[in-house]
């Protein structure tokens, strides 16, 4: 019979003796510390069958809705499909698909196309523009409903309402306001004496106005994320400030802008993934136009897959391809700049 192993019983630096551990234990292990044993996959799902069953449904549900789809879409984007050789029924005769896989010749001719890169160039500031107008907003709104004063809650209510209302809804009273010859706001120029503004028909000012249009729909999400940030720091820190000598200014850029920051950059990422995508107010307010002014990356992927002849769906494909990669880099590239800055995320 093979000899036990050791037993260490040195004593602590206290004095009692140590617990038993075999000699043996930290054989191998760097520095002498006990060798961890790694749990096999049938232990880990014995411990954690319950956390297993209840994600097990939500991972079905997503791969259905969005890895079908995703996988359907990269795989449309290698192809020459459109509406003249995909699979489609008419009456009770069955046509079958004849579209053939091609590579990345859509790619190529996405990217030496001149309408991509003008669309990519006029989604970058409206994102951009769209971002950083509706924070600013929101941030300052935040600072002053985050005071008391009588009305705070009215005030509050108020502001979330544009929130509260359905997109189109708000939209489509907006395309009214905007209406060149029975418009409220050329109605108010023109009472002032000033020449009415071609809001939708002209490029400029009808970039001008979804701009306007998209940040009226985004202000409220970014002052709720603002306020419940601002809220959370702790009221002493401005007393003591205040008590120091600082100012409005250096209160606001010593302890209110560190305070909100791990917020703020998360909803800054938030909102800009969804202006980079935000198809309803393009779509419902200028339709893209004029000339396709207005369009961005989404709406031209749409344009293709549903309005153009033939419906072009394998360059449709190629191009929310492409939208989802520069979304991941920019995603990418978000989390680094925040772990050099310390953030975790």
Do not use: H
């Not at 499909?81 to 996405?110: K, M, P, Q």
């Not at 309402?161 to 029975?182: D, G, H, K, T, Y």
């Not at 995508?277 to 396709?292: D, K, S």
């Not at 449709?316 to 800055?341: C, D, E, K, N, P």
Request: charged share 15%; hydrophobic share 50%.
């Amino acid at each position: 019979m093979a000899d036990a192993a050791p037993i260490d019983t040195t004593p602590n630096p206290q004095g009692t003796p140590a617990s038993p551990v075999p000699a043996s234990a930290g054989v191998g292990a760097p520095g002498g510390a006990p060798r961890v044993r790694r749990r096999s996959v049938r232990q880990r799902l014995a411990d954690y069958w319950y956390a297993w069953a209840m994600i097990t449904p939500v991972v079905a549900v997503i791969t259905v809705i969005i890895g079908y789809p995703l996988v359907r879409g990269i795989y449309l984007s290698l192809t020459d499909a459109d509406e003249a050789n995909v699979e489609r029924t008419i009456g009770v005769n069955t046509i079958e698909a004849t579209y053939e896989f091609v590579g990345l010749e859509n790619y190529r001719d996405v990217l030496t196309d001149d309408v991509f890169w003008d669309r990519l160039g006029w989604t970058v500031v409206w994102t951009v523009a769209c971002v950083g107008i509706t924070f600013v907003i929101g941030l300052a709104l935040a600072n002053m409903l985050n005071r008391t004063f009588r009305g705070r809650t009215l005030y509050r209510m108020a502001l979330i309402l544009p929130w509260a209302i359905p997109a189109f809804v708000s939209i489509f009273a907006w395309r009214m306001l905007f209406n060149e010859r029975n418009g409220i706001l050329n109605g108010v120029l023109d009472s002032g004496g000033i020449e009415g503004i071609a809001w939708l028909s002209d490029p400029t000012w009808a970039k001008v106005a979804v701009i306007a249009v998209n940040v009226w729909l985004g202000v409220p999400f970014m002052l709720i994320a603002m306020l419940g940030a601002l809220q959370s720091i702790p009221a002493e820190q401005y007393e003591a400030a205040e008590m120091d000598g600082a100012n409005a200014w250096q209160r606001f850029v010593n302890i209110t802008l560190p305070g909100v920051r791990s917020v703020s950059m998360t909803v800054v990422l938030l909102s800009t993934i969804w202006t980079f995508n935000m198809f309803p107010v393009i779509f419902l307010l200028t339709r893209g136009g004029p000339a396709g002014s207005t369009d961005i990356l989404v709406t031209e992927a749409f344009r293709l897959a549903f309005v153009s002849s033939p419906r072009d769906f394998a360059g449709s494909a190629t191009w929310g391809v492409l939208i989802l990669l520069l979304l991941v880099l920019f995603a990418i590239a978000y989390r680094r700049a925040l772990r050099r800055q310390g953030e975790v995320w």
